[in-house]
């Protein structure tokens, strides 16, 4: 397994809309044993692929207390949505360090293949119905910060923009 690179917002590759996964063949089941060792190494709940740069509907996500129930879902669908609507705090492992309020349907029923090709069905409340959502969001190029005012939106910008300046300057300091 390897460590994988998360683009960072406003990279625009984060808004590139990802394609159909065609077979759960070998490689998808290294990019999500891959995606799943990312996510808990840095200490995020869910992951899309378009965050890692690779364009397919693949998410991964664990919002157990344990960290020990991952849940892989290749070509996912929600297939039913509650009227209710839910306000949460909302974060992003592609937005480090930034955090908002965004509402989204309180339950939602998701249907997915598994890692093992074989397919599921569930319903999401809660932490898990925010993270679904929010991670489908990705597979077609939409970030949390999409919710939030253009003014917001500006700030979490330059405020990105700036930390990976200076991330790059360290950089190469300290490669000099």
Excluded: W
């Excluded at 364009?55 to 892989?72: A, G, K, L, Q």
């Excluded at 039913?80 to 609507?85: M, Q």
């Excluded at 293949?113 to 569930?122: K, N, S, W, Y």
């Amino acid at each position: 397994m390897a460590l994988l690179n998360i683009l960072r917002y406003p990279d625009p590759r984060l808004h590139t809309v990802a394609k159909a996964v065609a077979v759960v063949d070998e490689r998808i089941r290294r990019l999500v044993d891959d995606m799943l060792e990312t996510m808990y190494a840095a200490d995020g709940v869910g992951l899309a692929a378009t965050q890692v740069d690779v364009h397919e509907r693949v998410i991964v996500m664990d919002t157990s207390t344990e960290r020990d129930s991952p849940r892989v879902l290749i070509n996912p669908e929600i297939v039913a949505r509650s009227t209710e609507l839910a306000l949460a705090e909302e974060g992003c492992l592609s937005v480090p360090q930034i955090y908002d309020k965004v509402e989204r349907h309180a339950r939602v029923t998701v249907r997915a293949l598994g890692r093992d090709d074989t397919v599921q069905e569930f319903e999401a409340e809660g932490l898990a119905a925010v993270c679904v959502q929010h991670e489908m969001d990705h597979l077609v190029g939409k970030v949390f910060v999409e919710y939030l005012s253009p003014l917001k939106r500006e700030r979490i910008r330059t405020k990105m923009l700036k930390k990976t300046r200076d991330e790059q300057q360290q950089q190469r300091r300290a490669a000099a």
